[in-house]
């Protein structure tokens, strides 16, 4: 069995490089020459291959931006990220949650019972256009009842504390100060009052209170930072507390400007929720050395991408509707009421993602 899954491997890796080579010598002959009447004549390129020079030339332009020291200094290596979103059979792609995870991940799980491995040379990134991203995370939030019981710790009620709608209880504030110097501590920034000597004295005492934090800093690494933020809700308000306050707003809505002056609370304390973390700062674009840069909003190129792996299927489905590139006025729409200098703020908290992935800045 482990013979045959190596003789299949090989022989997927040969097609892609068969395929890939068939690829350049087409791209190579689409230059402008003459017939013998002298007129000029341009051999045709397929809306899919064109879709495949596009994935590898933003792969380029990363790679090109990345080798610019300030670039690099600003996207370090962050693995204990990539590992919760990078999936890794039959090929590495890093796909961040509002990014159409849920449909990668279908279709990835089902693509890897037939190709086992993992294809390193087809190393792909999937980005969105910032905004579109989070618009799609303001919908989720705040689009239904379902998803008010569902993010009641996650966002609403870290909403309506930030918004002055709940008053802040001592135990959460010391709680998201205290994961947040845990988190810190265990990915290398060594500040507040996690020393390598306090860590030491947390596993002599299992009693010791900060224990807990550096337990739950463990867990943020394999699951995401909004298990921070979890933790405080639930360590600073009982769950009677909790039930009356979920009853009593029950009608509470947050408009666009609310929202992402929540998006920034959550940066300013260290505890960004994934739905809403930069994808440079989930996927490691200066260390991974991707081939491919996928463009959500484009589905011939994730089309194009899996052709490469000869399956019968290669269309990742929608598994939620797509926000799209932000050209349509309903996604505009979103952003008519931020203000000028909130906005500014939010473009510049994502300028990596615009940079590195070439997106367009909207300006209002």
Known sequence: MKHHNRVTSV????????????WRLLHSDQVSRKDNSGRSNQIQVSEEESAGQVIRERAEHLARECRRPQVKQLNPARPWMMRIHTLVCPIPVCVAPKVGSTAW?????????????????LKTLVVRHPLGRLVSAYKKVTGSHQTWNDRWQEYWLPALIHKGSVAPSPQYLTTLKKVSQAYGFLTGKRFGTFSRHRLNETKKASSNPERKFITLAKKMLTVGKHVGVVAAVNIGYSTTEQSKLKKYFSNASFTMAEFLEHVLWTRDVDLLDHHWTPISQLCGPCTADYKYIVRHENPKEAEYLLGLLHLQENTIPRKHKSIGALHDKSDLQYFEDVPKDLMAIIIDMYKQDFDLFSYDKISK
Do not use: H, Y
């Open 11 to 22: 022989l997927i890796m040969f097609m892609v490089a068969a395929g890939t080579l068939m």
């Open 105 to 121: 991940k279908s279709f990835m799980s089902q693509a890897c019972a037939r190709i086992p491995g993992s294809l390193q040379d």
